[in-house]
């Protein structure tokens, strides 16, 4: 009984203090607050910590574009503020440079063949038109020597007409010498018989010669200088198709020559185009203003990435800075 009433004081005693202080902080909270005309202001500080990453809403990714990649000369420090067209990464140009100079004496090279092949051109067409010109000369000759002979009047009409003309002076000498042989005979004439024989036998020969050579003329002579004159004008015909060969053969090898040497030096300047696109790779400048994040090699077996430092290898297409 005692019990209960110790423990019923005491739970009273309990709710009166607890009582009292409640009332007693009410009324400090209404003392506290501020006439309701005036407005309420509140000041809260809020510190919040935690980790990760910090990304621009717009970047972009500068990569090595170098084929086969290179190596890092210099790098911009991370976090460095740019503008565009700073130098952000320097990579090693020193293999490109070799192959430059090496390129460069191509290209040299072939601009000296192509060069030649022009002046072999010329030189080779030059050369078979006085040819080719002279050899049509030679026809022409060949043919008007030709008509010259052969022609109606020709040469062979004009030897003809002299051995008929000298066949007509003999034969009318012989009738004549004959004439005067009778009347020697008869002794009426007043020349000497052995004279007149002698004019008679020299006018008989001059008939033979004259029959002789009119019959070489007519048939041997005649067929030996046209076959001779044809022969002649056919060899110059084949000479003159010769050289046009020789001078269509001469120009195309000449050409070919020229346009494998113009292939050549355009590949060879394709080529130093390519090794000096490849040197100003070599040199990456931000293509706009910024800040610089180093990108992380996720390809690297190392947990850390690839180190951006001097020295550091990187492989073609790897992100190098965002």
Request: a negative charge; proline letters at 2%; aromatic letters at 4%.
């Amino acid at each position: 009984m005692r019990t209960t009433v110790r423990f019923v004081f005491g739970v009273s005693v309990v709710l009166l203090a607890a009582s009292n202080l409640a009332v007693y902080r009410f009324q400090g909270f209404v003392r506290a607050q501020p006439p309701r005309e005036a407005p309420l202001e509140y000041h809260v500080d809020h510190t919040v910590s935690d980790r990760g990453v910090v990304e621009s809403r717009r970047s972009i990714d500068v990569r090595c574009d170098v084929t086969g990649g290179s190596t890092l000369v210099s790098i911009v420090p991370e976090g460095s503020r740019v503008e565009k067209g700073d130098l952000l990464v320097e990579l090693d140009d020193a293999a490109w440079r070799d192959k430059l100079a090496e390129a460069e004496i191509l290209v040299e090279r072939a601009k000296a063949r192509v060069l030649q092949a022009e002046a072999e051109l010329a030189a080779e067409t030059e050369e078979a038109a006085a040819t080719l010109q002279f050899a049509q000369a030679a026809l022409q000759a060949a043919l008007v020597e030709r008509e010259k002979v052969l022609a109606d009047g020709g040469e062979l009409d004009y030897e003809s007409t002299v051995t008929n003309s000298e066949l007509t002076v003999a034969t009318a000498r012989l009738r004549t010498t004959e004439r005067r042989i009778e009347r020697a005979s008869e002794g009426s004439g007043l020349e000497s018989l052995d004279e007149l024989r002698l004019a008679q036998i020299e006018a008989t020969e001059a008939i033979q010669v004259a029959e002789a050579r009119k019959l070489l003329l007519e048939q041997y002579d005649r067929k030996s200088r046209t076959a001779q004159l044809d022969l002649a004008v056919a060899e110059k015909r084949m000479l003159c198709a010769r050289q046009e060969h020789a001078f269509e053969k001469a120009r195309r090898i000449a050409k070919a020559e020229l346009t494998a040497g113009q292939q050549a030096l355009a590949q060879e300047q394709r080529n130093l185009a390519q090794i000096q696109q490849q040197l100003e790779l070599c040199k990456i400048l931000a293509p706009q203003a910024g800040v610089v994040l180093y990108a992380r090699d996720s390809a690297s077996r190392s947990s850390r990435g690839t180190v951006m430092e001097a020295g550091a290898q990187v492989r073609e297409r790897q992100t190098l800075i965002q």
